[in-house]
Each structure stands twice: as C-alpha cells, then as structure tokens.
C-alpha cells in the first residue's frame, strides 16, 4: 500500500524522472562515479513487482510461488544457462528478506530502474573488475548488496529526510503533482 500516492495526485514519468535525477545527484555526493549522471529514467524498463537479488544483482519478476520468470542484469536479459549459474532451480526463496527484495510500490519505479543503470555501468566500464557478487576496483570491493543499501539510503535521503521531490514539485512549478 503506497499511502503517499493515494493522498496525491502525481504526473508520471515527470515525479520519477526527478527522484530519479536526484537519486543519482545523491550518489555521486557520496562517492559514486560522475558518469552516472548521464543517465535518465526510463519509464518503459522498469514494473512494479520487480525483485532485486542483493546477491547477484539481478532483476528478477518472478510468480507467486517464487518461480523465475525474467533475469536481468543491468538492462542485459539472461536465456538459459546465465539464469541457472545463479538459480539452479529457477526457483527463488522470496522470503530471504536479506538477500531478496521485493519492489512493489510505485516509489520502487525509480529505485529498480537505478539498480539496473548501475549495474549497466560498472559492468561496462573498463575500470571495473566484474565479479558475481560485486565489482572491484584496484583493492576496493563494492558488493550489490552494499550497493543496494546505498540506494536505500538515497531513497530514504531524496524522499524522507530532505524533502528533496517535495521541493522540486514546487521548484518546478508543479509539473509533477498537485497538491504537493
């Protein structure tokens, strides 16, 4: 139940193409690559009901009962083999709350199409060392699941603390809602 969008009206994608922005403004003030600033919100990627594997750092849409579905990693879609290297089964337990994180509100929009452009860009970028749970960078090791705390804190930085969306509707003149 994702109460703040039932008390307002908002303007999608406009409200996630600024959480967006300004969850990646947050990211490069805490030390993650400029670079990542060239990217935009795409509101054709991500769905609602998406599981992020902290794992891994796959996308995962999965049913009821935990069954894999879709795997992606960064925008790169898994067929076959790539899928059963991480899930044997193509089967999750969706109740390992510390590995496996259900995204289902509308909030988690932005905050899945973030796990995938991050994803996109440290496994591209020549600086990096892919590794299956995470990316090394000379002796520095970033794990998803830091990662994915990361992101949980610029959620909570953008959308709780600060007021920053709050501010940026009404800077923008209300482009992205009314009411707020």
Do not use: W
């Amino acid at each position: 139940f994702d109460m703040d969008y039932t008390l307002a009206m908002y303007k999608s994608p406009d409200y996630e193409e600024l959480a967006f922005a300004l969850l990646l403004e947050h990211l490069v003030s805490i030390g993650y690559p400029h670079e990542i600033l060239a990217y935009k919100y795409d509101s054709t990627f991500p769905t609602r009901g998406l599981v992020f594997d902290a794992l891994y750092g796959n996308l995962l849409k999965v049913d009821s009962h935990g069954n894999l579905l879709v795997c992606a990693h960064g925008f790169r879609f898994l067929k076959g083999a790539e899928i059963l290297h991480y899930y044997p089964n193509k089967f999750i337990q969706r109740d390992d709350m510390k590995r496996f994180h259900i995204l289902n509100t509308l909030f988690n929009l932005t905050e899945a199409h973030l796990y995938a452009c991050l994803v996109d860009f440290f496994t591209n970028c020549s600086r990096y060392v892919n590794c299956d749970t995470g990316y090394k960078h000379g002796n520095l090791f970033m794990s998803f699941r830091s990662m994915f705390q990361d992101v949980r804190e610029a959620m909570d930085h953008v959308h709780l603390s600060v007021g920053a969306v709050g501010r940026g509707l009404r800077q923008g003149g209300g482009r992205c809602g009314g009411g707020c």
